[in-house]
């Protein structure tokens, strides 16, 4: 499986109600540091192609994963432990522009994206992007730009091109995004917003059996995660379904 969605929408959460069910287990952001918005599917065909090779009984440590992520390796360690496997996926918002390329590869996958209302997102897009400190960490990183003449950063911007004077840079996360002309970060976020969810409604129309868009609300109640589990194509009397799956990440900015 894949699961997607333009980021603070839920897919933390979503990982977390796949990772519980019987024989099944979830990825998220496994492979960052190699993926691109778009021009290069490679790190997602090779996932794809890891995930089948895995499902079919093979060496579960051929598996390439971001080492550098403690989530990534957490799962990696659970994978080589764990019993029989029946279900394995990567959640990540970059997997957009190669949905139509993985389908063809793999006509058993299907796709889950998560949405969540535009204001909400683009608010928690701007929090999370924002590079928080110490008062006194504050107090001495201002004291150092102003010693060094360099940049002082207060916040990341992973929708507009820039040359880092403004803004700082990151040279995972920021090949992640699709990049917007607008007057302002908060206005570039909104249009990455529209644009995801364009192209989503795009793919949900083209797929209606493989890819299905969730409100990120379906995760907090029963019926909404069967209705998620069901496209996974869990047998409902499998399905592990009513507990608590909302998680709030804080550390790096790829995540849920």
């Not at 008062?135 to 102003?146: C, E, H, T, V, Y």
């Not at 409902?236 to 900015?253: A, F, N």
Request: aromatic share 12%; with cysteine; glycine share 8%.
């Amino acid at each position: 499986m894949i699961g997607l969605g333009s980021g603070r929408s839920g897919t933390a959460s979503l990982t977390s109600l796949v990772d519980r069910q019987p024989g099944a287990i979830c990825f998220h952001e496994m492979n960052p540091s190699c993926a691109v918005f778009s021009g290069n599917p490679q790190p997602q065909r090779n996932a794809v192609h890891e995930f089948r090779a895995l499902l079919a009984g093979g060496d579960r440590a051929r598996l390439s994963i971001d080492y550098s992520r403690p989530s990534s390796v957490q799962t990696y360690a659970a994978l080589q432990t764990m019993g029989e496997l029946k279900l394995i996926g990567d959640i990540a918002y970059y997997y957009l522009n190669y949905i139509e390329e993985l389908f063809e590869l793999a006509p058993e996958c299907v796709a889950v994206c998560m949405k969540r209302d535009r204001e909400s997102t683009v608010d928690s897009w701007m929090q999370k992007s924002a590079i928080r400190r110490w008062p006194s960490l504050w107090l001495a990183d201002r004291f150092k730009s102003w010693i060094t003449r360099t940049p002082f950063y207060t916040e990341y911007n992973h929708w507009q091109e820039h040359d880092g004077s403004r803004w700082r840079k990151d040279p995972v996360w920021d090949s992640c995004f699709p990049k917007f002309e607008a007057s302002s970060k908060r206005e570039a976020i909104g249009l990455y917003w529209d644009y995801y969810y364009l192209e989503a409604d795009r793919l949900q129309r083209k797929y209606p059996d493989r890819f299905r868009i969730f409100e990120v609300g379906d995760l907090s109640n029963a019926e909404g995660q069967r209705r998620i589990l069901s496209l996974l194509g869990l047998a409902e009397d499998r399905m592990v379904v009513g507990e608590e799956v909302h998680l709030h990440k804080s550390s790096g900015s790829g995540v849920d």
